[in-house]
């Protein structure tokens, strides 16, 4: 029996039919067994997600933890939209997580100073065959935890190199992964019977999310890849930002002024888009955001493929825009932190990590005028939402393992004394664990409702974000 | 000090775009020198250049429907502007489509070149873009310094093969020696070589021609089989090659034994002068 279902798992396939008298016979057997394993084996078979071969399988490893797994396989057309979203992605960091859920399979990233984030979700519908499961303990505490996959984006994008030539010769890949050697395994099935097999390893590490609502966002954009690429060719590599200003009359893409970069060098260039040019157009207020041009090529990459148009959801200056592609089979999102606005405009704004690194104290000092307005909006946030609004891992309020991964790598970054004093404050709240610690956790990255007002936190930008998430759990995904 | 030139032409457009390009690969920092009809690229030969020297010469009329200029003082009518060739042919690479090109001195801050496209969309509304490109204006007692090199008195003046065949000649002999040996004769014969301790490499050019020489004398008392050669780095050599994209209305190149190799094209209406010196 064990054996049949390896052999089954090594050439893929469903063959559902089999399986169920498989299941059927296999249950008779193995209920002769201990007590306890027959009682996971039903427990699971209710389990959304679950087939009857995944809990075969599970049993006859003999485990008494099941492991998450994912399991997926797509024609060769898709392969190369993968491979896009891969390469998109590669541009925001150098980590990718899987994450699979009901909703589909969402490639995540984040770059290490957490002001820019990618997801790009692809529904069930994308893919000839979605399975995934999650994860159940049976210890005490069935704790239920998705699949934490974590690939470093050095060994997976070369995998995805060469999508021409991947479009051309494969005709379907199937990627799943192997939870007790924490591998993922690619495989492409490609012309001539040639069929590629790669392993990849990666780290269990919950992935990180963004909540960001974007229907909230005073302007909307939605504008054909083409145009926006176009603009794209005026900039320089050496550009590392990009200012959007809006006014109801026009858009206008330029380069952004640094004070780091030798004004007397350097080229500005400057874009008007007239409002006829966008698929919608609504811009509710007047503005200016300066964020990172790396990530927008990225999208700009994925939705290449794509061919679907590009909305730009922002508001005012500080606050996160998202970039995002909503097609049937898939949706991406790209959220960025924009450069938040100084009441002395006159000193130019410094790239995006260290101008908030330098202009703390500047931020501080505006806090008192600004502070009433942000104070209101995340307390708003953190009544609406229990969970944290940070980018911070929050899959279950429950994880609280989630914390560590959160945000201490950037916050040293900060130097000064105003740097230190929420690191520390982080620090404390990493070793204490509970939800009464989350709450201080959002509350002090919000600069809302505690006394000490963190507002000048390098990701303000960021956690200010507001609402409902893009993910499984809470948020209003109408696309699926 | 004033400077507004207009391009409605495509064509006109596309060549001023081809001409830039060429600048930057053959200067990262030049000179434009603007005058009442002309416009010229001078690269002057400092040391920073290592002594490679250049005069790009274009009409304006030939490119741009309007044209207004004030130099610094009425005397001396014109304008010197110090730039990073590849800024300008950066911002021109997005005027591809472009319905019309404006150029203008602006002083925005600090001295720029505004280069204004109106660029072709589906959409009834048109787009702008806009690049803004420093520049130094260069003060005139420098100007000297700025001027139309003299042709020297080339011992031989020959025609040169196609670009292309000597641009690959010339890249596989740099892999070889940095030192090459350029030498041509009045029969029409030119020879690149490199000479090695363990290898020697000529590639021999034949039938290619030369130009009427200017002064008899010259001619008449030099034997055209004695060939006239400069050892010039190869590098020098190949960067000036490297910017030719399309082969020229007419190549000439002059050789001054020992001293220059002076490279003369027209690139149908643009003139370029090129001076690679010696190696010492």
């Known amino acids: 029996m064990k054996n049949e279902v390896r052999r089954r798992l090594l050439y893929g396939g469903p063959h559902r039919p089999f399986y169920a008298v498989k299941r059927n016979s296999s249950l008779g057997k193995r209920r002769g067994r201990g007590g306890v394993k027959s009682r996971s084996f039903e427990k699971r078979g209710q389990h959304p997600g679950?087939?009857?071969?995944?809990?075969?399988?599970r049993l006859a490893t003999r485990l008494v933890r099941a492991p998450a797994m994912l399991k997926c396989g797509m024609g060769g057309s898709q392969v190369k939209v993968f491979g896009k979203a891969i390469q998109a992605l590669s541009r925001v960091s150098d980590e990718l997580w899987l994450d699979p859920s009901e909703k589909g399979l969402a490639l995540r990233s984040v770059n290490s100073c957490r002001s820019a984030y990618g997801c790009v979700l692809f529904s069930p519908v994308f893919f000839q065959q979605y399975q995934w499961s999650t994860?159940?303990?049976?210890?005490?505490?069935?704790?239920?935890?998705?699949?934490?996959?974590?690939?470093?984006m050095k060994s997976i994008l070369p995998i995805f190199k060469c999508l021409n030539s991947l479009e051309r010769n494969v005709e379907s890949c199937k990627i799943f992964t192997r939870s007790d050697k924490c591998k993922v395994v690619i495989q492409f099935f490609c012309r001539h019977g040639i069929k590629r097999t790669h392993n990849v390893c990666?780290?269990?590490?919950?992935?990180?999310?963004?909540?960001?609502?974007?229907?909230?966002?005073?302007?909307?954009?939605?504008?054909?890849?083409?145009?926006?690429?176009?603009?794209?060719?005026?900039f320089t590599s050496s550009q590392e930002e990009v200012t959007l200003a809006v006014t109801p009359f026009n858009v206008c893409i330029k380069s952004s002024n640094e004070e780091s970069m030798d004004l007397t060098s350097s080229v500005h260039s400057e874009m008007f888009v007239g409002p006829d040019e966008f698929d919608f157009f609504q811009i509710g207020v007047d503005t200016e955001i300066t964020f990172c041009f790396k990530e927008l090529k990225g999208m700009l990459i994925f939705s290449e493929a794509t061919h679907a148009p590009i909305s730009i959801h922002f508001d005012f200056p500080g606050k996160p825009m998202a970039l995002s592609i909503d097609d049937m089979l898939l949706e991406a999102n790209f959220i960025l932190a924009t450069l938040a606005d100084e009441p002395s405009r006159a000193s130019s704004p410094q790239s995006l990590c260290l101008s908030q690194k330098r202009k703390r104290s500047d931020l501080i000092r505006s806090n008192s005028k600004a502070g009433k307005n942000v104070t209101s909006k995340a307390l708003e946030h953190i009544s609406r939402k229990a969970a944290p609004k940070r980018l911070c891992p929050n899959e279950t309020l429950t994880d609280i393992s989630a914390l560590e991964n959160c945000g201490s790598p950037p916050l040293k970054r900060v130097s000064g004394d105003v740097g230190e004093v929420p690191a520390s404050s982080v620090?404390?709240?990493?070793?204490?664990?509970?939800?009464?610690?989350?709450?201080?956790?959002?509350?002090?990255?919000?600069?809302?409702?505690?006394?000490?007002?963190?507002f000048s936190h390098p990701f303000d930008s960021l956690a200010t974000a507001s609402d409902s998430e893009e993910d499984v759990n809470y948020g209003s995904f109408s696309t699926f | 000090m004033k400077f507004r030139a207009k391009i409605v032409d495509a064509a006109c457009l596309n060549h001023f775009t081809?001409?830039?390009?060429?600048?930057?690969?053959?200067?990262?920092?030049?000179?434009?020198?603007?005058?009442?009809?002309?416009?010229?690229?001078?690269?002057?030969?400092?040391?920073?250049?290592?002594?490679?020297?250049m005069w790009c010469e274009l009409e304006q009329e030939n490119f741009f429907s309007e044209f207004q200029m004030e130099g610094i003082s009425a005397a001396n009518n014109e304008i010197y502007l110090e730039l990073t060739s590849e800024n300008l042919s950066r911002a021109l690479k997005t005027a591809q489509n472009a319905r019309a090109l404006k150029i203008k001195l602006t002083n925005k801050h600090y001295p720029c070149l505004t280069v204004s496209i109106e660029l072709l969309s589906v959409s009834s509304s048109s787009r702008i873009v806009t690049h803004d490109i420093p520049v130094k204006v260069i003060p005139r007692r420098l100007w000297k310094d700025l001027q139309e090199p003299t042709v020297p008195d080339s011992d031989v003046s020959i025609y040169l093969p196609v670009l292309k065949t000597m641009k690959s000649v010339v890249e596989k002999m740099k892999n070889i020696s940095n030192h090459l040996i350029i030498e041509a004769n009045l029969n029409g014969e030119l020879n690149l070589k490199i000479e090695t301790e363990l290898v020697c490499v000529t590639t021999h050019f034949k039938d290619l021609?030369?130009?009427?020489?200017?002064?008899?004398?010259?001619?008449?008392?030099?034997?055209?089989?004695?060939?006239?050669?400069?050892?010039?780095?190869?590098?020098?050599?190949l960067q000036f090659l490297a910017g030719q994209q399309a082969n020229p209305t007419k190549a000439v190149c002059n050789i001054v034994n020992n001293k220059i190799v002076h490279f003369d094209l027209l690139h149908e209406d643009v003139s370029l002068q090129y001076f690679i010196p010696a190696l010492s």
């Not at chain 1, 994860?135 to 699949?147: E, G």
């Open chain 1, 427 to 454: 620090r404390r709240a990493e070793e204490v664990l509970g939800s009464p610690c989350l709450r201080k956790f959002s509350c002090m990255f919000f600069g809302a409702v505690s006394s000490d007002q963190h």
């Open chain 1, 202 to 234: 990666f780290q269990e590490s919950q992935p990180l999310q963004v909540i960001f609502e974007k229907s909230t966002c005073s302007n909307t954009l939605m504008i054909q890849p083409r145009v926006l690429a176009e603009a794209i060719v005026l």
């Open chain 2, 209 to 237: 021609g030369n130009p009427p020489l200017a002064s008899e004398n010259a001619s008449q008392a030099r034997n055209p089989e004695q060939m006239a050669e400069v050892h010039i780095d190869i590098r020098k050599l």
């Open chain 1, 135 to 152: 994860s159940v303990k049976m210890n005490d505490n069935d704790t239920i935890s998705n699949l934490n996959c974590k690939l470093g």
């Open chain 2, 18 to 53: 081809r001409v830039s390009n060429m600048i930057a690969k053959l200067a990262k920092i030049c000179t434009l020198r603007i005058s009442p009809d002309k416009l010229n690229f001078i690269l002057s030969d400092k040391l920073a250049s290592g002594g490679v020297s």
């Open chain 1, 50 to 57: 679950t087939r009857g071969r995944q809990a075969e399988a």
